[in-house]
């Protein structure tokens, strides 16, 4: 089972200068390149322990992170003594969970009551959760090692990591690009040989864009598939936590770990899991994709085009038939999204009111600046100034709002405080929910010719850090493959299928219909058998 | 709809957010370009279409009544970033 692919040693080579003959560093590094599946194996026939894996990843991140930033936090101690505990139980021949060793890191929105838990804002910087989000607690429960909190765009507002209050995250390929977003450092840290498995959520692509970006696999599940019990909200009718991983069928492993109804998040799905780890190799007979007409229109980038067209061409060689279909309302997916999301968003933040939690402006120097305006306004005889004064409460709520909040946040609390303020309601969110419907209709309609779509995640490759930073909108219109799957709530995944010339990772979007994980797992197996792209790596160097 | 810088500063008392003139000046500009862009869904035939508030949409969802142990008062006030111990302390809402 386990690959030592050329490849694999000529890039021990190149980042570490030294051979596979030096084993015991090969044997360390090439634990950063199997597949957490292989990795599995490993420890059940004691090949390595979880203390030894976990090490070796503390050290990749110790190493390469400073260059990466995928990280905002790891807590080596607390990781090696819980691998520690894992191999003592192991030792002692108990049961343990279906992720027993394996280092897991976990994007920084999910509240884990060990270790704060930020969106990268500084309005949660020093925030400790009470209680374990419903997928952090399965993770704990299934013993898998949770290595580290990885960067965010702040509150996952942001399609570049750029947003993040506290840090930049680099593209593993191409350290002067994004690795994408909102799950920037989740999709990063598994590129860049840091973790095997990490844990993103996706409101309009945050997990297959940042997957697509920087060539992993990343997969949106079905809305209501995974609980988003603790996952700190943003968009609740299009939240979704799914799995970042190497494989595919790391992702299904991943996912059925996590995945299942909870009481505690009345929109999650009481419906079965089925062990997709089980079924993913078989290959699906009889198989129908389909490619979407809009997809393939002005503003696709050719080499994208290509290797997305040659993907689909690979599914024919297997045995699939290839159907244009049509989704008439996809042009306005993204409007739509632009609508219902800073929507959700802006009531979703109201709760940061610097009282319960989060950070709070200084309060005297508040008060000194509210009394300076006050007199000034006294002294200019301004009585319609001084009736529209801030109460000092409701300045300390916009003060604190003000500085705890960065720019992207900022700007989409306003864009939904408008679309949902009086008179503008029924023109934009009533309107954007209407057309959500016709949206998913096309899909529904779709789906009843194909198994499968398949298209771009992206319009073009990983785009330099800083290029859209002026340009709000251009970087909304980056979501426009995505954004459909989480109006319409489908499951989704993002999975390597080439390299631009400029050797950065294009990734191949496939859907499938509501609750069809099964499906689309087994279906991007299938590719990723039949060509080698899940098996590139970034060249990093020390 | 033309969106005002006036709408702007409105806007941002409702979303508690205080703004520079700096920012209010930026958004007003941003918010602008972006209402444009999403103004294309008004050329979408809407007419009988029943809003869709959720993509699953899973109705009457119930749950037992129980009592369960909630926060205690220790918990609840640890993240709080001012408290006498039994409460929150936010500025006087009354008088001065």
Known sequence: MLRAATDEVIWCRLFWGVDRHNSDRYFSMSLLEHSACELLQLLEEGKTSSVELAQAYLDAIEARDSQIGSFLRVDAEAAIRRAEQIDRRRGKGEQLGKLAGLPVAVKDVLCDRETKTTCASRMLESFRPPYDSTVVAKLKAADAVLIGRTNMDEFAMGGSTENSAFQVTRNPWDLERTPGGSSGGAAACVAGGMAPLSIGTDTGGSIRQPAGLCGVVGMKPTYGRVSRFGLIAFASSLDQVGPLARSTQDAALLLETIAGHDPQDATSLDVAVPKYSATIKQPLKNLRIGIVREHFAEGLDAEVETAVRDAIKVYESLGATVKEISLPHSKYAVATYYVIAPSEASSNLARYDSVHYGYRTDRAAMLKELEEERKELETAGDQAGLNSLDSPLVRMYRQSRAEGFGPEVKRRIMLGAYTLSAGYYDAYYLKALKVRRLIRQDFDAAFEEVDLIASPVTAQPAFKLGAMADDPLSMYLVDLYTVSANLAGLPGISLPCGFSSGGLPIGLQLQAPPLGEETLLRGAYMFEQATDWCRRRPSLER | ?96
């Open chain 2, 1 to 96: 709809m033309a969106l005002t810088r006036k709408d702007v500063e409105k806007v941002s008392l409702l979303a508690r957010l205080r703004l520079s003139e700096a920012e209010l000046e930026t958004l007003s500009s941003e918010l602008a370009q972006i209402i444009s862009y999403i103004d294309l869904l008004g050329e979408v035939d809407t007419e009988g279409v029943e809003p869709m508030a959720h993509a699953v949409e899973v109705s009457n969802v119930f749950a037992t009544d129980e009592v369960k142990p909630s926060l205690d008062r220790e918990q609840a006030l640890a993240n709080a970033p001012s408290s006498n111990g039994r409460g929150y302390l936010v500025p006087p809402v009354l008088g001065s």
